[in-house]
């Protein structure tokens, strides 16, 4: 149960705060899935730390190789950042799927991560830019690859007394992209029932010199298809093996979902998405519009 509130003024102080509170804090940012959880369950922490306001975990910085994100950068900072619409347009799509404008204004790509959702909407496109992460404490700083930090639905690899504070990803040059469908119950306002995106890297005569492919709420967590980048990775994209990877996918989707009541329709639904998804990228990484911020 929450019993106190502490707004840190610096990110510095939070770190200390929470390596104070140990088991007992938990970090707030937007809070529009942790607000939820607090009201409808019996909540086993009784501090909140709330960090929604460090200007210090809000920021987009584009450099020449390297695009960087603060975990506390809102979902309508990214949607409202025009470069990040031309360079990374599955990745801006996807924050623009979440919620509502309320809860883009409020929620952040920070918590989307840590909430360790399946149908986190932001996390499959930064599985497919191969993002890393810097995690913070008061006693150290670590980076590790994105896709290496969830364990389990819910369950991510953080200590009580770490904050995610970057994610880090390879800026999309000349000849890649990166695409990214969903697929929910309505149009609008719709928690992802099925996700896909794909990154990839085209060779002249379509030649595939890079792919990686990430899903949502096809399982436990998000992750990335590696057996069908290494389908797919040095192929010539043509529909036959576009074919063949959407065959492999549903079949991997079958093994994973089981006998889950959604299992027939995802397994089915999975094929349409990672089809668009798979050209669209394509389409957009021979586009010379999608250049127009990269010279």
């Avoid at 460090?54 to 960087?68: A, P, Y």
């Avoid at 929910?184 to 992802?192: Q, V």
């Avoid at 379509?206 to 990335?224: C, F, H, L, N, W």
Wanted: aromatic share 4%; hydrophobic share 40%; net charge positive.
């Amino acid at each position: 149960m929450i019993t106190k509130c502490i707004r840190p003024s610096t990110l510095g102080e939070a770190l200390e705060v929470l390596s104070q509170q140990g088991n007992n804090g938990q970090l707030i940012a937007g809070g529009t899935d942790l607000m939820i959880e607090i009201r409808h369950h019996q909540y086993g922490k009784n501090t909140l730390i709330d960090i929604s306001h460090l200007k210090e975990l809000r920021f987009i910085e584009i450099g020449e190789q390297e695009i960087s994100i603060g975990a506390g950068t809102r979902f309508s900072d990214i949607v409202n950042h025009q470069e990040m619409k031309a360079i990374c347009k599955g990745l801006w799509e996807a924050c623009k799927s979440v919620g509502s404008p309320q809860i883009r204004n409020a929620g952040t790509i920070g918590g989307n991560i840590c909430n360790g959702s399946p149908a986190a909407d932001s996390v499959p496109p930064l599985l497919a830019l191969d993002a890393q992460v810097t995690i913070k404490s008061s006693k150290k700083t670590r980076t590790t690859a994105l896709k290496d930090l969830y364990m389990d639905k819910g369950k991510i690899a953080l200590e009580a007394d770490e904050l995610l504070h970057t994610i880090r990803f390879r800026k999309p040059q000349k000849g890649e992209s990166i695409s990214f469908e969903k697929l929910g119950l309505r149009r609008a306002l719709a928690i992802a029932r099925l996700s896909c995106a794909v990154f990839i890297s085209l060779e002249e005569g379509d030649k595939i010199r890079e792919v990686r492919i990430a899903t949502g709420a096809m399982g436990r967590y998000p992750q990335r298809e590696e057996g069908i980048e290494r389908l797919l990775m040095g192929e010539t994209l043509d529909e036959p093996l576009i074919e063949m990877g959407i065959q492999e996918l549903s079949h991997i989707a079958r093994l994973r979902l089981g006998s889950r009541r959604s299992a027939a329709f995802k397994c089915e639904a999975i094929q349409g998405l990672f089809d668009k998804a798979l050209k669209r990228a394509a389409k957009e990484a021979k586009s010379h519009d999608f250049y127009s911020f990269n010279g």
